[in-house]
């Protein structure tokens, strides 16, 4: 059980940040792809990856909101800090 959130940069000044791994613990990809949406004020979707895993994609460098906005709002479902990973060139490490 992890969540995946990996920041890419595009034409050297914008960010994408993608997550995945929050359908593992029932979460429903559309509404928290809104709900980030509309907390970031930035385009947030959800996106089939070509391994046909989906994941939400969210424009700019967001990666530590995300994570604390996702334990806030979902506390049900037990998600804590440990569940994070930030993946940079393909590596994987603890968010926090």
């Known amino acids: 059980l992890e969540i995946l959130i990996e920041r890419s940069v595009r034409n050297k ?3 994408i940040t993608s997550v ?3 359908d593992v613990f029932g979460i429903k990809l559309a509404e928290a792809a809104k709900l980030m949406g509309k907390k970031f004020a930035s385009g947030c979707s959800v996106v089939k990856h070509p ?3 989906s994941m939400i ?3 700019g460098d967001n ?3 995300i994570a604390e906005l996702i334990m806030k709002k979902y506390k049900d479902k037990d998600i804590k800090e440990e569940h994070f990973f930030s993946v940079v ?3 994987k490490s603890p968010l926090f």
């Open 13 to 15: 000044r914008k960010c």
């Open 89 to 91: 060139k393909q590596k």
């Open 57 to 59: 994609e969210t424009q």
């Open 51 to 53: 391994t046909g895993v």
């Open 63 to 65: 990666q530590y909101e």
């Open 20 to 22: 995945t791994g929050l």
